[in-house]
């Protein structure tokens, strides 16, 4: 409407009369958007659903200590040995403390030895009947408590010994820095993550798996998880986890892949995960589905276009397993809405469901 204003006053009377006749009688522009049933027929053969690669092997590294980082080692992406130095804490408050401890246990050996050759001096004289049993038994106790006091000293040492050795955070076992938490000059604190880390070469595919495919997923004669550059892997083992999340109404599947894969494989990756189910396979429930173009996804929102009357409605979905060009409808649809069978032409303002 706004074009329509500015041309009508640029133009003479005249022009502009017959601008407005021609506009008014001009069709206003549609597109026209097929739409889709939503169907509840149960999922049948072999059907596909997103899962992402993990490391069977990774670690986040803590801190034990209080101090602040002063040496940060490596950064992510490097690889690592076992015991390598991945970052230093300041150590002069542990030091601090070894010392201490290291003259605890001196004191303590001194006080010892006096008890000792107290002890001994006693029980001569006591041999010689110049003291009582009573002043014996006093000289025993001391050495007895003088000992304890010993063993109390060395084993504190020990623990300063040991606090001091954390102020150098090495890697527990060969692997790949995956992130970096820290940096140099920031203060690290007991159980304050500093690194992950994770093993290279050992990888699984993780998927949450509706609760409504559980059963065709155990049956399933073939399991095969597709890499990102297209190729398809068979797992050596599964593993389903024994819970289902109860807000997702899925189950979490392990599938631990080859240990020769191809290069480029990194945690965190997309992947695909087929499942072919086998002869017996038990008949899946029927739940609502809609062809793979009607969604809609942008970041975390998965949703359709659903026709209500003359125009279309975006409406939030949760979306299941895919099997051929269609996709299970966990929850937000019912068999018989119909859905824009284009999400992207379905968005723009002027789209009409087609008749």
């Known amino acids: 409407m706004v074009s329509r204003r500015i041309l009508l006053t640029s133009l003479p009377l005249a022009a502009a009369t017959a601008a407005a006749l021609w506009l008014a009688a001009a069709p206003a522009f549609a597109e026209t958007v097929p739409t889709s049933a939503v169907s509840a027929a149960g999922a049948a053969g072999a059907f596909e659903i997103d899962g992402s690669l993990q490391a069977m092997r990774q670690s986040t590294v803590g801190a034990q200590v209080n101090g602040n980082v002063v040496q940060l080692a490596v950064k992510a992406g490097d690889h690592v040995k076992a015991g390598q130095l991945l970052l230093r804490i300041d150590e002069r408050d542990t030091q601090a403390a070894l010392a201490r401890a290291d003259a605890a246990v001196a004191q303590a050996d001194a006080e010892s030895r006096n008890a000792r050759v107290d002890a001994e001096r006693t029980r001569e004289l006591?041999?010689?009947?110049?003291?009582?049993?009573?002043?014996?038994?006093?000289?025993?106790?001391?050495?007895?408590?003088?000992?304890?006091?010993?063993?109390?000293?060395?084993?504190?040492?020990?623990?300063?010994?040991?606090?001091?050795?954390?102020?150098?955070?090495?890697?527990?076992?060969?692997?790949?820095?995956?992130?970096?938490?820290?940096?140099?000059?920031?203060?690290?604190?007991?159980?304050?993550?500093?690194?992950?880390?994770y093993a290279p070469g050992a990888l699984r595919a993780v998927v949450q798996l509706p609760i409504s495919t559980a059963a065709l997923?155990?049956?399933?004669?073939?399991?095969?998880?597709?890499?990102?550059?297209?190729?398809?892997?068979?797992?050596?083992?599964?593993?389903?986890?024994?819970?289902?999340?109860?807000?997702?109404?899925?189950?979490?599947?392990?599938?631990?892949?080859p240990a020769a894969l191809p290069p480029g494989l990194a945690p965190g990756q997309a992947v695909r995960v087929r499942f072919t189910p086998g002869a017996a396979a038990p008949a899946a429930a029927?739940?609502?589905?809609?062809?793979?173009?009607?969604?809609?996804?942008?970041?975390?929102?998965?949703?359709?276009?659903?026709?209500?009357?003359?125009?279309?409605?975006?409406?939030?979905?949760?979306?299941?397993?895919?099997?051929?060009?269609?996709?299970?409808?966990?929850?937000?649809?019912?068999?018989?809405?119909?859905?824009?069978?284009?999400?992207?032409?379905?968005?723009?303002?002027?789209?009409v469901p087609a008749p």
């Open 286 to 351: 029927a739940r609502p589905s809609v062809p793979q173009s009607a969604v809609l996804r942008r970041g975390e929102l998965t949703a359709v276009y659903v026709q209500q009357g003359p125009q279309f409605v975006l409406k939030a979905v949760r979306l299941g397993a895919a099997a051929g060009d269609r996709v299970e409808v966990l929850a937000g649809l019912k068999a018989g809405e119909r859905v824009a069978a284009d999400a992207i032409r379905a968005g723009l303002d002027n789209a």
């Open 126 to 197: 006591r041999a010689q009947g110049f003291v009582s049993q009573a002043a014996l038994d006093v000289a025993e106790t001391r050495l007895e408590a003088a000992r304890a006091g010993l063993q109390q000293a060395q084993a504190g040492r020990a623990q300063a010994a040991l606090a001091r050795g954390f102020s150098l955070v090495t890697a527990p076992f060969e692997a790949v820095v995956q992130a970096t938490l820290v940096d140099a000059g920031d203060l690290a604190t007991p159980g304050r993550p500093l690194l992950t880390i």
């Open 217 to 257: 997923a155990r049956s399933a004669a073939a399991v095969e998880v597709q890499a990102p550059d297209g190729r398809w892997l068979k797992p050596v083992a599964r593993t389903e986890l024994p819970s289902a999340d109860a807000v997702s109404q899925t189950v979490e599947w392990r599938l631990d892949l």
